[in-house]
Nanobody, 124 residues
Framework: QLVESGGGSVQAGGSLKLSCAAS????????MAWFRQAPGKQREGVAV???????????DYADSVKGRFAISRDSAKNTLYLQMNSLKPDDTAMYYC?????????????????WGQGTQVTVS
């Protein structure tokens, strides 16, 4: 089970930090990711992170967020984070956390079987 939090409304240039509390996905080699979906648009990958237990193998970002967003995990809390800086109106969307044991980690929504309910981010 994945539960997101931390969304909200912010002015352009501001920051938000999203959290995703995960039950399960503690051991083994797995992928966790953040996706977003704006009204009328397809769901798109934002950032992925590959972990094995408490060790992070790699992280990857969509070109549109590179240098502004950072994905991380706290293995002790079993929580995934997305630090979002220099936010733009184009970042406005519902943000979803996803996880799966299928490797390699991708930005393709269909490759993930576990999803959270989403948290809204609005940038004005």
């Amino acid at each position: 089970q994945l539960v997101e939090s931390g969304g909200g409304s912010v002015q352009a240039g501001g920051s938000l930090k999203l959290s995703c509390a995960a039950s399960g996905y503690i051991s083994g080699d797995y992928c966790m990711a953040w996706f977003r979906q704006a009204p009328g648009k397809q769901r798109e990958g934002v950032a992925v992170i590959r972990s094995r237990g408490s060790s992070t193998r790699y992280a990857d970002y969509a070109d549109s967020v590179k240098g502004r967003f950072a994905i991380s995990r706290d293995s002790a809390k079993n929580t995934l984070y997305l630090q979002m800086n220099s936010l733009k109106p184009d970042d406005t969307a519902m943000y979803y956390c996803a996880a799966d044991y299928t490797l390699p980690c991708t930005h393709t929504p269909g490759d993930y079987n576990s999803w959270g309910q989403g948290t809204q981010v609005t940038v004005s």
